[in-house]
């Protein structure tokens, strides 16, 4: 009890002394306008090759912002970055804690593939913070092409891991793979 007895400190006193009554009514305020523009959200209807295109460059993904973090993952993979792929598939070596670990472990799964090319075959916004990415991924490994479906989720996400809010820049889209079981073949 010794090592938690600070934070039992500061909890205790949080709970004794609550916040001002001015701050709990800008919260109030500020939780009513994001409800508004949650409301005001409307999902797209996307469509491959017509809304965008297949291949998408980072410069068509202005209005697709979800996009990037899997193109630049991609572009990593292409490149044999895996450092920076890494990055971009952190939840993939998300038991590993230092950077440097998740490089290498990504180096092993990913160094005797080379990706020969990939392809978005569907994009589902399912809410203003999350969309749903179907790519189809097509690789070399031990002089054999392996062509797999991809799924990934495109959340918005704030440094604490919670659902951040797009319009108000307070976080990133981070790239959670859903079904990639095919890259262990």
């Known amino acids: 009890m010794k090592d938690s007895e ?17 701050e709990s009514l800008e919260k109030m305020k500020q939780n009513a306008i994001d409800r508004q523009a949650i409301q005001k959200w ?7 090759g017509e809304t965008i295109s297949a291949v998408p460059t980072t410069k068509e993904c202005k209005d697709f912002p979800y996009l990037l973090p899997l193109i630049s993952a991609f572009d990593a ?18 038991y590993e804690q230092s950077d440097k670990k ?18 978005l075959e569907e994009i589902e916004e399912r809410t203003l913070a999350l969309t749903k990415i179907v790519v189809l991924v097509k690789w070399e490994s031990n002089n054999v092409v392996h062509t797999e ?26 790239l959670i793979p859903w079904k990639i079981q095919g890259l262990y073949k």
Do not use: M, T
Request: proline share 5%; net charge positive.
């Open 42 to 48: 409307v999902k797209r209807d996307i469509k491959i």
């Open 149 to 174: 479906y991809f799924e990934f989720g495109s959340s918005y996400q704030q440094e604490d891991e919670n659902v951040g809010y797009p319009w108000k820049n307070n976080g990133a889209w981070v």
């Open 6 to 22: 600070d934070a039992r400190k500061l909890k205790f006193e949080k709970e004794c002394n609550p916040p001002p009554i001015s």
């Open 102 to 119: 998740r490089a290498g472990e990504c180096r092993k799964l990913f160094e005797h593939k080379k990706l020969i090319s990939y392809e």
């Open 77 to 94: 993979w292409g490149a044999n970055n895996y450092g920076a792929l890494s990055v971009w598939l952190k939840n993939v070596f998300a």
